[in-house]
């Protein structure tokens, strides 16, 4: 497995005391984070949101021929909120080079995604299969991004 050494910057505050000097502050030697622990960290919130994923398709092939609109949303509401949690967790992962651009790069692909999943209630003529379209395009480039961030973490590709 690729062996990448990531660092996290840590402030840490030290030296209080109650002397009239006041305390002194100082920043902590930025604490190196193995690959296996990002990785880790990784997989955890992907899991949430590949678990939001499956659900909503589950949703939607129960879906009538011709689903209501408000359904679409009602259904996708909570896979459009564990995609912003991951993008919110996975921002909080502190990177650089190849992996830290390959997470900006999923991070836009799931906001793509976000806005096709939030405008199925949007006021327009509605065609679910056209959306459902849109929807599929867009989890294709979230995949393709994902897989990106997964190679550069040394992870396996994620089950399709």
């Known amino acids: 497995m690729k062996r990448l050494l990531i660092v996290c910057a840590v402030l840490a505050v030290a030296g209080c005391s109650s002397s009239s000097r006041g305390a002194a502050t100082t920043l902590a030697t930025p604490t190196p984070v193995s690959a296996a622990a990002l990785s880790s960290a990784y997989e955890k919130a992907a899991t949430q949101a590949t678990t939001a994923a499956e659900v909503f398709q589950m949703k939607a092939n129960a879906w ?25 967790t996975i921002l909080r992962i502190r990177t650089t080079g190849q992996l830290a651009t390959d997470i900006r790069s999923l991070i836009a692909a799931d906001a793509t995604l976000e806005r096709v999943l939030s405008s199925a209630d949007a006021p327009r003529v509605f065609s679910a299969s056209s959306w459902m379209s849109e929807v599929t395009t867009a989890r294709t480039g979230t995949q393709a991004a994902a897989a990106a961030v997964r190679a550069d973490l040394g992870l396996p590709p994620a089950k399709p």
């Open 64 to 88: 009538p021929a011709f689903p209501q609109s408000f359904q679409i949303a009602t259904d996708a509401d909570p896979y459009v909120a564990s995609l912003r949690t991951f993008d919110d």
